[in-house]
């Protein structure tokens, strides 16, 4: 079992890797200072359960759950908090479990069976890691009415590893086959698990737009509007290879609106 404990103060990552040494003495442990580092460790290393901290700096312990929760294979989240009651009440709906600071070793053992049962279950996970998914996106915190949303975004290259990219490194994403790729500032295609209506949505705050039902553009990504024929017209990118993308009379004016185009 890999355990990921990811927290920004040293105390409280030594004393909970002290205690569930004590509890899972065979685990193999890791430790990650913020969350951004704990998406890291998730991203490239085996990790079966994640206790993340709620405040961390930048991405803070809710961000980092919901990138974690879109993976393929996420692992069992587990918040150490030192919220009140209402708040872990809350998370408990959604993650495996919580656990409060100071860690009470009682508490931790509990957690410990929770957590050998899941994975022992792991096929029975998908639906919890659906209700932290629903959470995550309408969580609230007594202390930041306002968490921070991860701004990035999983992608997949054809040996099947994962990326983050984030979302100002997104020139383009396209619908393909009934698949979906983004394609980076850099040349890179990667598959995305989501269809394009529910990308439309999560990335139209950060300046992404449909100009076609097959395609979603990142504004900042584009350099001309081009006259093609019968009075339509392509985007041309800001990409090193000035890629061009029709731009569909249905979505022309939300273009116009959003621009000032024409």
Do not use: C
Request: proline share 5%; no cysteine; aromatic share 8%.
């Amino acid at each position: 079992m890999h355990i990921l404990i990811a927290d920004d103060e040293k105390p409280a990552r030594g004393e909970l890797r002290y205690m569930l040494g004590q509890l899972a003495a065979t685990a193999v442990y890791h430790e990650a200072t913020n969350g951004q580092e704990a998406l890291d460790w998730v991203a490239n290393e085996p990790v079966d359960v994640v206790f993340l901290d709620i405040n961390m700096p930048g991405v803070n312990g809710l961000a980092a759950a919901a990138a974690m929760s879109e993976r393929p294979d996420p692992p069992l989240i587990v918040f150490a908090t030192a919220y009140d009651a209402h708040a872990v009440r809350a998370f408990e709906l959604a993650a495996l479990d919580y656990v409060v600071k100071p860690f009470s070793e009682q508490r931790l053992a509990q957690t410990m069976v929770r957590i050998r049962q899941a994975l022992a279950e792991r096929g029975t996970f998908e639906e919890r890691q659906k209700a932290l998914k629903g959470y995550l996106e309408t969580a609230v915190t007594a202390n930041d009415p306002t968490p921070p949303r991860l701004t990035k975004l999983w992608g997949s290259r054809d040996n099947n590893t994962r990326v983050l990219v984030d979302y100002a490194e997104i020139a383009w994403l396209e619908a393909d086959s009934k698949k979906v790729y983004l394609s980076t500032t850099a040349g890179e295609k990667l598959l995305v698990r989501h269809t394009l209506k529910e990308l439309e949505s999560r990335l139209e705050p950060h300046n992404f737009l449909r100009i076609h039902k097959a395609y979603l553009v990142n504004l900042n990504q584009i350099a001309e509007v081009v006259p093609w024929f019968s009075g339509t017209y392509q985007v041309r990118l800001a990409d090193a290879h000035r890629t061009e993308i029709p731009l569909s009379r249905q979505y022309a004016q939300t273009l116009k609106q959003k621009t000032g185009l024409f």
